[in-house]
């Protein structure tokens, strides 16, 4: 295994061998790869203790930097936890009502579909619940706390309850705010020296739908090799070099799953945590380390990570479109680790 290190501009680089793995297994994994892309793209980073191993492209330019979709509501999960080490909460456990009550103001016939909308209930959702997808919010029988439901819609509520501490949105003018855009920027990127594109965009709903107050969901967009800069950050539980980006203490709360899913849901759900996908139970890899996570983005935009191997695998994207849930790619994912020494 190589000594740990962090990138500055550019990342260091190792060979196979110097960073625990096989040269011609790893190779086989790309291998893999080609053999099965066809016409589509992949993008595939390896890093092990802070150094780049692979950096494979097929269909894709490395320079381009690519719509990561869901994989930013890790990063919001990030935020989270520095509000709270901010004192912009007392924890994430307080009640969103209590600091941006507009999220309650969607009315019959305003929600995303018939039959949604806030719910009296609603207003006892909490910041944790948001993060987990735990919240029931808009669905009629879903207490706080109680069901696991995979969901956009809380996830901007939580990104606009979040970006309204720090006074970067508001509900009447949702266009004119920079929202969590501007916390990502400088709260996670910059300090990690990854060069991130952002933007806010709407959804296609029904036009009475509130927009501004559960949809305007944040799309970052970036490079494989700026991907595994999160990744590595991740890695070490938000340090970075000899700085604490994101508090150690949420990030390992964050990526085990989450205590209201345990509590209250099937097993088959137990591979979620506060905005990422978690293995603590064993759910997502069965034989792969238990402190294994990831983050997951529609199209295939995973960033795993294993903090006992110093292990971080990019795919951005993964060209076979395998659903979050299922793992970042498990057959793919099998072949890295069979290359390890």
Known sequence: MTDTTFP???????????AGFASDRLAAVKTWLDQRVEDRRYRFALVRGG????????????????????????????????????????SVDAEVYDYWPDFMDVPEGTGPKEGRYA???????????????????????????????????GKNVLSHAIAHLYGYYDAADPQGAVGCMKLFREKLADPIGAAWDYRSATMALPPQ???????????????????????W????????????????????????VAPH????CPEKDWRYGHGFWSNSQGKLWPDLPRDGFHSWGAGGHYVAVFPSLELVIVQNPDPFGVRGGEGANPELMDLVFAAMR
Request: hydrophobic share 35%; glycine share 8%; net charge negative.
């Open 51 to 90: 150094k780049l191993v692979a950096d494979w492209c097929h269909n894709a330019e490395p320079g381009d930097r690519l719509e990561i979709a869901s994989t930013w509501k890790s990063m919001l999960s990030n935020v989270l936890g520095i509000a709270v080490a901010e004192g912009k909460l007392p």
């Open 119 to 153: 719910f009296p209930k609603d207003r006892l959702i909490t910041f944790r619940h948001l993060t987990s997808n735990t919240s029931g919010y808009m669905k009629p029988g879903e207490q706080p706390g109680t069901v696991y439901h995979y969901q956009s819609w």
């Open 233 to 256: 950050l991740w890695c070490n539980y938000g340090r970075w070099g000899d700085q604490q980006i994101v508090p150690e203490a949420w990030l390992r709360e964050s990526t085990q």
């Open 261 to 264: 899913i345990k509590e209250h």
């Open 8 to 18: 500055c501009e550019t990342w260091d680089t190792a060979t196979p061998e110097e």
């Open 209 to 231: 739908a509130r927009q501004n107050i559960y949809g305007y969901g944040t799309r970052i967009f970036t490079t494989a090799l700026d991907l595994a800069r999160v990744g």
